[in-house]
């Protein structure tokens, strides 16, 4: 995800905070329409609003004024890289260990990943295949 996105979403986030902590309802509908309020404080926090039928003033971008206030202070692209906890492994090089579990045919090699234990046949061979 490049870093204005990040960015907008962590701004839009913020807005909600905001709000919150002013006592400013700015959502309705369970929660999903933003209304003027919600638009009114983004725009005052560097975020164009366009109104969306469904979801009211939800889809926010950084403004121009923003942008160039990012651009302006070097922000680190690397700083906003996700790495989702349950995949990493600490002091391990950074590998990553996934939730899957690879299965292969033993006569064709035909490989296949499930996330959880599952009995499956190779279709070219028709064979079950072993889990690796």
């Not at 986030?13 to 700015?26: A, K, S, T, Y």
């Amino acid at each position: 995800m490049p870093v204005e996105e990040i960015i907008d979403t962590l701004l839009h986030e913020m807005v909600h905070l905001f709000n919150l902590q002013e006592g400013v309802q700015d959502c309705s509908r369970g929660n999903t329409y933003h209304n003027k309020f919600f638009r009114d404080t983004a725009a005052a926090r560097g975020l164009n609003c366009k109104h969306v039928p469904k979801y009211g003033w939800a889809m926010t971008s950084l403004t121009e004024d923003t942008k160039k206030l990012i651009t302006s202070i070097a922000v680190d692209d690397d700083a906003f890289r996700l790495v989702r906890a349950e995949t990493y492994k600490p002091g391990a090089g950074g590998e990553r260990k996934g939730n899957s579990k690879k299965y292969s045919c033993p006569a064709c090699s035909q490989t296949v990943r499930a996330t959880k234990t599952v009995a499956v046949l190779c279709g070219l061979c028709m064979l079950p295949m072993v889990e690796n």
